[in-house]
């Protein structure tokens, strides 16, 4: 199957009470795990495209891979630019294929961010691919920020009401206390702050920075009404772990099918057990998603 739109698999999984899990890829193996995952788990799925990715693979390879892997796919897959930082490559994205493409407009104005996510907005709708956008800033853990400043950054219910119907995006990452990268303590969500945006606003809502985030508390954020939940770190970690164990326990091993192939199956396991705590495993069939 093509590209599915993420617009359609987050109206399902508005209407079921689920959020699709939406995972980074940045080669082969990763890709083959998200997928392999998904199909383990009977799930639709998002893969996506960062900007370090980009760089690292290009967007034509990377654009071409995921492509493959939707059309031989037995679920359905959404690809989607994360974090995109400009008009220009949101074009780029859309003209390569990608089903969805993100605007992060977040560092900017208010007003800039909505102008901006509104002009990707009426190029993209055109021709069927959805926009997520951010409101509020979502930082890394290594940004070393105090409580109260991390506060300020976090979404305000009332700007995003203003926000979504300025600016035409169909779902929107919010700020609710997590982080991107590795948490040096545990991350405390602003549940209270969740229920007022999903109160205030009518599009799927968007978590990213969830790796590292307790089970717990990624439950209560889909209850609350989180429909799409972006994880890249616990990936990468799985990942790197898998080489580290692999090399050091057999120090003859020298072929990169065995080394890589060891590290996709501890990548599919992490997917699996997301889609899983997401509540998405099985909704392949009612998620469908008319292809792109
Ligand atoms: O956009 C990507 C995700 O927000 C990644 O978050 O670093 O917690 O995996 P993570
Ligand atoms: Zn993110």
Not at 31 to 46: C, F, K, M, R
Not at 156 to 174: N, T
Request: hydrophobic residues 45%.
């Amino acid at each position: 199957m093509a590209f599915v739109a993420v617009s359609d698999l987050l109206r399902a999984a508005d209407a079921d009470g689920y959020a699709v899990g939406a995972f980074n890829l940045n080669n082969l193996e990763i890709l083959q795990a998200i997928i392999a995952a998904a199909e383990a788990e009977q799930a639709p799925v998002i893969i996506q495209a960062t900007q370090g990715g980009i760089k690292y693979g290009g967007l034509d390879y990377i654009a071409a891979m995921a492509r493959v892997a939707a059309e031989e796919a037995r679920v359905p897959v959404a690809l989607n630019l994360d974090h995109g930082t400009s008009f220009e490559q949101a074009v780029r994205c859309i003209k390569a294929g990608f089903s969805a493409v993100m605007v992060d407009g977040s560092k900017l104005p208010f007003d800039e961010n909505a102008a901006l996510v509104k002009k990707v907005v009426d190029v993209a709708h055109a021709v069927g691919v959805s926009v997520e956008a951010e409101l509020g800033k979502i930082g890394g853990t290594e940004d070393n920020i105090t409580v109260s400043q991390r506060e300020a950054l976090m979404t305000d219910p009332e700007e995003a009401a203003e926000f979504v119907a300025r600016s035409g995006a169909d779902a929107l990452a919010v700020s609710i206390g997590t982080a991107h990268g590795v948490y040096q303590g545990e991350p405390k969500l602003d549940f209270a702050r969740l229920q007022e945006i999903a109160r205030a606003v009518s599009i799927p809502l968007v978590l990213h920075g969830a790796s590292g985030v307790p089970d717990g508390s990624i439950r209560e954020a889909v209850r609350l009404g989180i429909r799409k939940i972006n994880i890249d770190t616990e990936i990468r970690l799985a990942f790197a772990g898998s080489l580290r164990e692999l090399l050091a326990r057999d120090a003859g091993v020298y072929d990169p099918r065995e080394i890589l192939g060891t590290a996709r199956e501890a990548m599919q396991k992490v997917v699996q057990e997301k889609i899983r705590l997401f509540g998405a495993s099985g909704k392949a069939r009612s998620a469908g998603g008319a292809g792109r």
